[in-house]
């Protein structure tokens, strides 16, 4: 374990008295402290000093905080780096986390005591970073010694000439079926082994030629090519000679083999030896695997299905919705929900929770629940409807501790649909924006607001944002698992080639613009699964006939 006074932090800022602050706050800590007033002077200090983390302000002049990380990155990629700042730096901070640039962000103003957690949990990560390097280190040293000692054995192996009584004797205890063949092909001789797999008996089947032994819905296995290769080539073990095949006994049923070849000395001559492993067992077990992986997807389908994704609403006048939910290979946080109030207001909600896997679906699954057990607490006359920002507020109370104690956050969209206004409210906590398509004008614009992800910091004061709507006007809610989707050569998807799609095909209904957007996004990355869930709902208001293309 390392001793947290080896431990060296290095805080950059460009304001003096915020530097003698944390000097003085942190006096009794153990590790070691630098600090730097400049990014040029911060590389200096890095270069001179062995520093194992990186606290820097976002906000300094000359080099920003991020710069500054992104070229720490660069020069020492083992140097843990977290970042300072307001609320109102999120959107490249959240690109930042999300590019493995940053391991934490710290919101200012400061609270002491999450500091010091946030700083503690950094010096954690770096040890455990650190002692699994060595241990890869001392592992790697092992392989290399092993590959040694394998090559040796091979050479030893090379060499080693039996006569026939000794190979007998030894092919006679083997577990797996051992055949010695001439040029012809033909068995000469076969173990014990052989004979109890097969059926067929060494004394009563003279030079059976073993083609006869597999099955002719096999792949193509050359036995005349083996036995008649030099010896000198066929002395040596190939691995690409090791192929799996289909073998028939004597009593016509199947059993899956695996065939490798060597070759043997007896008196001068070589002969060529076919070892032929039984394995059943493993294919049983390759089977039994697949099942399972197939039951996995099953049920993780059903994961997203019942628990992340809700249906479309049929009862919603006025509009006409569509959604697409493309599941990458894996378990995601992606989830959706749709809230009726009556036959003209709906709340719609889109988020992502950071991960992969069942552990970040239970968590969307359980801010789903969140909003309908607020939204079924709060008391509201029946023509008024609770405020948007007191229901992402209730729901950020009842699950902020425990998702920073797990360590993870969601970004989310909390949109409601008052066509008897003809207004969108949202509230946006770091999520992707809406694209708004407006008929008037054939132009698109990006809604967005300014709160911080659920889960980053405990106290946050939430914010409604209201746009006009009108007939015919488009909406577009996704996750960045649409927008980050990448190409071939790793060139993302971006806003803007989803904004000139939506401008592109604005006169489709919405089912088939869900159709384009998923046909664009397979031709853009080359294939049909993808790293992340992709979500996407597209709203046209009003009712008019769209033209279909």
């Not at 919101?107 to 770096?126: E, G, Q």
């Not at 040596?236 to 016509?252: C, H, L, S, T, Y």
């Not at 389908?301 to 006025?318: A, D, W």
């Not at 009556?342 to 991960?355: E, F, K, N, Q």
Request: aromatic share 6%; proline share 5%; with cysteine.
């Amino acid at each position: 374990m390392i001793n947290d006074s080896k431990i060296t932090i290095l805080f950059v800022d460009d304001e003096p008295d915020i530097l003698s602050s944390i000097n003085r706050f942190l006096r009794k800590e153990v590790y070691q402290k630098l600090f730097a007033e400049t990014g040029i002077k911060a590389l200096e200090l890095i270069s001179t000093n062995t520093v194992s983390i990186i606290v820097s302000d976002l906000r300094m002049p000359e080099m920003s905080g991020l710069e500054l990380i992104g070229e720490v990155k660069k020069r020492n990629p083992d140097i843990v780096r977290l970042i300072l700042s307001g609320s109102q730096d999120i959107d490249p901070i959240i690109e930042s986390i999300n590019r493995g640039e940053v391991f934490r962000f710290i919101p200012k103003p400061v609270d002491p005591t999450a500091f010091k957690k946030i700083l503690n949990d950094a010096i954690d990560y770096f040890c455990l970073k650190t002692e699994r390097e060595i241990l890869f280190n001392e592992l790697s040293v092992t392989n290399q010694e092993l590959t040694k000692a394998n090559k040796t054995l091979s050479v030893m192996a090379k060499k080693l000439q039996r006569s026939e009584e000794e190979f007998r004797s030894m092919t006679d205890a083997a577990h797996d079926a051992v055949f010695m063949l001439n040029n012809e092909g033909n068995i000469i001789y076969r173990n014990t082994a052989a004979e109890n797999l097969f059926g067929f008996r060494r004394d009563t089947y003279h030079e059976q030629n073993f083609q006869e032994l597999i099955s002719p819905d096999s792949p193509k296995f050359d036995i005349d090519f083996l036995c008649k290769m030099p010896s000198a080539n066929i002395s040596d073990f190939d691995e690409r000679m090791v192929q799996q095949i289909e073998g028939i006994r004597k009593n016509g049923t199947a059993v899956p083999l695996e065939i490798s070849r060597g070759c043997v000395q007896i008196d001068d001559t070589p002969h060529t030896v076919i070892i032929a492993r039984n394995i059943t067992s493993r294919v049983e077990e390759e089977q039994s695997r697949l099942r399972f992986d197939n039951l996995q997807k099953e049920f993780e389908s059903e994961i997203e299905k019942k628990l992340l994704q809700s249906p479309v609403p049929e009862t919603l006048q006025g509009v006409s919705i569509s959604r697409m939910m493309v599941p990458s290979g894996h378990l995601d946080g992606d989830f959706t929900d749709f809230i009726m109030f009556d036959s003209r207001r709906a709340d719609i909600l889109i988020g992502d929770v950071m991960g992969h896997g069942l552990h970040p679906a239970l968590i969307g699954a359980g801010i789903k629940s969140l909003f309908l057990k607020v939204l079924a607490q709060k008391k509201y006359p029946h023509t008024e409807l609770p405020a948007l920002q007191d229901i992402v507020a209730g729901v950020h109370e009842l699950c902020i501790k425990e998702l920073i104690e797990l360590g993870t956050f969601a970004t989310l969209l909390y949109v409601r649909l008052d066509l008897l206004s003809g207004q969108l409210s949202l509230v946006d906590c770091g999520h992707p924006p809406i694209i708004h398509f407006h008929a008037d004008t054939a132009t698109c614009s990006m809604l967005k607001g300014e709160n911080l992800p659920i889960g980053l910091i405990e106290h946050q004061e939430y914010h409604t944002n209201s746009f006009p709507i009108r007939d015919n006007d488009i909406l577009v809610l996704f996750s960045d698992g649409l927008t980050e989707c990448c190409s071939p050569d790793n060139t993302m998807f971006s806003d803007e080639q989803l904004v000139s799609l939506i401008e592109k095909n604005h006169e489709l209904p919405p089912e088939a613009i869900i159709e384009k957007i998923k046909k664009t996004i397979s031709l853009f990355s080359g294939r049909e699964i993808f790293d992340d869930d992709l979500s996407c709902i597209v709203i046209r208001i009003g009712s008019a006939e769209t033209k279909q293309q």
